[in-house]
């Protein structure tokens, strides 16, 4: 590895921070990273040098992958050299710090011109894998890191054209090896690493694109001037172990592309989740589409979809509005259960998906917002719920511990099942970061865990990892400060965002949707009930909200008597918020016979 040792830079800034709360004592530490160079491309969030995943091993060491602009870039007090032959180019940062944060060790991987992270993932050995796409098209050659250095780009067909890859290192940093499937003779910008997930043997499953070519003992042919998506499966060592082909449209060709693409792998099952979205704009001659599947409806954001693993769609689900950009995450848990989160528009009437119906409040700027889905393995929903007030940023993070759920995001100045986000009116544009935990069971929100100060800059959370003792590992960017006045403060250095890694203790949730906050300040009798509800409270009531499991609010009110009339109600669960005088919220599961 490369280092500067001595670096002069002179940034003047002024900042504004509107300063909120004190701080969440469960923030335990923070640290940031970056340069002085802004990228001269991109869309939305990847435009800015951020954390792009995280990933914990059984000893609890953290790994982030971030991508990095200028000639250096800094983590923390430690300078690094990029391989970028312009300021205005990014290369991948892969590093490693222990529980507090402390730095282990790290890897620049890139050359002189573009290069895109995709995923970090590690396996039950510690072993981590990336995986991304390099366009060795610049003066300076793609390096992986000293470990491995590309010949430079060839104008004939060449090895050194190629620009997907997945690389393997073990817990401490040492290179295992390096896999790059595209056909020796190739041109270049043919292929590319969307999303890798691993298993805890160490055997990875890629989403992957891959250009004109023989593959696989001429299994896979792909002519010229056409792309083929495909699941790579390789074993811990790096050898193949198959393939799945698959029809997805529109081509992966372009830098936007690499992007929102989402994938899961349920191994009980031996099936795949795909989702995929709209990055530009919608052609109707070129439909977003699986195997078929989507062709026929050009006008909409994004679809999810169910693969066996030949690679037959098991089941599909598609939103009804037109839409880009729309996907963030999609994980599934212990059960099989899958969470998909994203952000939705209504400003052309409701939309759907997969039973869903997305019509929020929204403000005068419209009716946009981020939105978080639970369907079961057999793609039926059981929960779904969004924000309530305009803010066109999407869930970004999904981690499932247990009964909670945590979304990580940017956004401000919202509400979210009676919950509010902090920050001042009309600036709902600038978002900062977020957390928001909802009950498993249930999907209604819980808690907001957010910064301690708003400032006029863009910030988000990008990535988040369940560690070993249940706390939260954050990643993500921002633009001026973050945790402002304490001493967890940290300050961007350029003109554009820099990246940061954070460190966040969950607090005590209890059982379930607050429950025991609730029968500590109210009893809520009869329950079940078939009509009238009553509360009794140590704290005035001034109104409630009855949402049902899929997040939609079926009754609201505000409270003259400690009573709710739920007569005329279908029988079923549902799920009660009380506001009281102190702005709090307290959730319960009310059973109507």
């Not at 995280?54 to 983590?75: H, K, M, R, S, W």
């Not at 393997?168 to 969307?194: C, I, T």
């Not at 669960?573 to 005088?581: A, N």
């Amino acid at each position: 590895m490369k280092r500067l040792f001595i670096v002069f830079v002179l940034f003047l800034t002024t900042t504004t921070v509107y300063t909120q709360d004190p701080l969440d004592s469960g923030w335990l530490w923070a640290e940031r990273g970056g340069s002085g160079g802004s990228f001269s491309y991109g869309q939305f969030d990847n435009k800015y040098e951020r954390v792009v995943d995280v990933a914990v091993d059984g000893d609890n060491n953290y790994y982030y992958l971030a991508e990095v602009g200028g000639y250096a870039f800094e983590f923390g007090d430690m300078e690094f050299e990029s391989y970028n032959d312009n300021a205005n180019k990014k290369d991948i940062f892969v590093f490693s710090t222990d529980s507090e944060g402390i730095y282990r060790w790290g890897k620049v991987i890139g050359g002189g011109a573009e290069d895109f992270a995709a995923s970090l993932v590690t396996d039950q050995m510690g072993n981590i894998y990336i995986s991304g796409t390099v366009f060795n098209l610049g003066q300076t050659p793609v390096h992986f890191d000293m470990d491995t250095i590309m010949d430079a780009y060839s104008f004939e067909p060449s090895p050194s054209n190629k620009a997907a890859f997945l690389i393997k290192y073990d817990s401490e940093g040492n290179f295992q090896w390096l896999q790059q499937p595209e056909e020796n003779a190739v041109m270049g910008r043919s292929g590319a690493f969307v999303k890798t997930i691993v298993m805890p043997n160490g055997q990875t499953h890629s989403l992957v694109w891959i250009g004109q070519g023989n593959y696989f003992n001429d299994n896979l042919i792909v002519n010229e001037g056409q792309v083929k998506f495909v699941i790579l499966k390789y074993d811990s060592d790096g050898n193949l172990e198959g393939f799945i082909p698959l029809d997805m449209k529109p081509n992966g060709q372009f830098s936007s592309d690499f992007y929102n693409y989402q994938f899961a792998y349920d191994h009980n099952l031996n099936q795949y989740y795909i989702a995929d979205t709209y990055r530009l704009s919608v052609d109707p001659d070129d439909p977003l589409s699986i195997n078929g599947y989507g062709v026929d409806t050009p006008n909409k954001a994004f679809y999810l979809a169910a693969v066996d693993n030949q690679g037959e769609v098991v089941w599909y689900h598609e939103n009804e509005k037109v839409g880009s950009y729309v996907l963030g995450d999609l994980q599934i848990d212990d059960t099989g259960d899958i969470y998909i989160t994203g952000y939705l528009s209504a400003d052309q009437g409701p939309d759907n998906f997969a039973g869903f119906v997305f019509d929020p409040e929204g403000t005068n700027s419209g009716k946009q917002d981020p939105f978080l889905v639970k369907l079961n393995s057999d793609g039926n929903l059981l929960w779904s719920t969004n924000a309530n007030l305009f803010s066109p940023f999407l869930g970004q993070s999904i981690v499932v511990d247990g009964n909670n759920v945590y979304l990580g995001l940017g956004m401000v100045n919202n509400t979210w099942d009676g919950l509010e986000v902090p920050g001042p009116v009309q600036q709902g544009l600038i978002p900062d970061i977020q957390i928001i935990r909802f009950d498993a069971e249930t999907g209604v929100a819980q808690e907001v865990i957010s910064n301690n100060a708003i400032t006029p800059t863009r910030d988000a959370i990008m990535a988040m990892a369940l560690d070993n003792n249940g706390d939260l590992v954050v990643g993500g960017y921002f633009g001026s400060t973050l945790f402002g006045g304490t001493d967890l403060q940290i300050q961007n250095t350029g003109p554009d965002s820099d990246f940061f890694i954070a460190k966040y203790q969950p607090q005590d949730t209890g059982v379930g949707i607050n429950e025991a906050s609730v029968l500590n300040k109210i009893k809520v009798y009869p329950n079940p009930t078939s009509g009238m509800l009553n509360l009794q409270s140590q704290v005035a009531l001034t109104s409630y909200t009855l949402f049902d499991l899929q997040g939609r609010i079926v009754k609201q009110a505000s409270l003259a008597t400690n009573q709710v009339d739920l007569s005329g109600l279908e029988s079923g669960v549902y799920v009660l918020g009380v506001r009281g005088v102190d702005g709090n919220v307290w959730n319960t599961k009310v059973v109507i016979e």
